[in-house]
């Protein structure tokens, strides 16, 4: 059976994405690809779909999916898009009748030569970062590569750093949030509870275990471990006002 589908380029993907239920499922990348065919279409697929395609030898270490079902592809759109605050396929709706996909593989380019320039020893937690947004935001940024991989290297081996691919996105954005810091166990906090005798070190209050939360007296980006003498249980409000500061 053939369907003849007509419409906007929205409808019809949208249409795809309905009768898209049979078989071996499209990706949403090769559904885009079939509304938006075309020259474009077609360069980019050169570049980004096929196995050890160029996108494959320059940047497969640092890029989740596979390549034939188009996911470096939708990956690359997708960060440049972000780039000019719009969205996939307004983008292919854009450059659907390019006659060459040399704007992608240029910012694609510039992209992983960014990575490499200063993230300059690779290890696997590199794999799956969006490294484009990153480039979208810090491209700018005044950075030193051989600071960078002396820092990476005493964050890898830093115990209380639970998420070591987030090691790079704090290199970056200097927000603690990426290294998931290791917290005080429930042993820590009730030992640190008895101490205090159920005491706010700050606000001097009495308080129950439950509503008491752990703290790092030294901060960990000054110095400060995960451990019991580094420790100090405060109210909820209090830390609170403390993590503000």
């Not at 396929?89 to 694609?108: S, T």
């Not at 510039?110 to 947004?133: A, D, H, L, P, S």
């Not at 960990?220 to 405060?234: A, F, I, S, V």
Request: glycine share 4%; net charge neutral; charged share 30%.
């Amino acid at each position: 059976m053939i369907y003849f589908c007509s419409g906007t380029d929205s409808e019809k993907l949208e249409w795809f994405k309905t009768i898209n239920i049979a078989g071996e499922k499209l990706t949403d990348q090769e559904l885009r690809n079939a509304v938006y065919s075309g020259s474009w279409v077609t360069e980019s697929k050169k570049l980004f779909s096929k196995n050890n395609c160029p996108a494959y030898k320059i940047a497969n270490k640092y890029l989740n999916g596979i390549a034939n079902r188009q996911e470096y592809l939708e990956t690359a759109i997708d960060w440049i898009s972000q780039q000019e605050s719009i969205t996939i396929e307004n983008y292919m709706g854009q450059h659907q009748h390019d006659q060459n996909a040399d704007e992608l593989w240029q910012y694609f380019s510039n992209v992983i030569n960014w990575v490499t320039t200063n993230f300059i020893k690779y290890r696997k937690e590199q794999k799956g970062i969006q490294w484009g947004i990153s480039h979208n935001e810090y491209k700018n940024q005044e950075l030193n590569s051989k600071i960078i991989e002396n820092e990476i290297n005493k964050l890898m081996q830093d115990e209380d750093v639970t998420n070591k691919k987030g090691i790079y996105e704090y290199i970056l954005s200097r927000k603690t949030k990426y290294l998931n810091i290791q917290a005080f166990s429930d042993n820590q906090k009730r030992e640190k509870y008895e101490k205090q005798n159920g005491i706010c070190a700050i606000c001097k209050n009495n308080f129950e275990l439950e509503k008491m939360e752990a703290d790092h007296i030294t901060p960990w980006h000054e110095g400060g471990k995960t451990e019991l003498n580094n420790c100090q249980l405060l109210c909820r409000e209090c830390n609170r006002r403390k993590s503000g500061k």
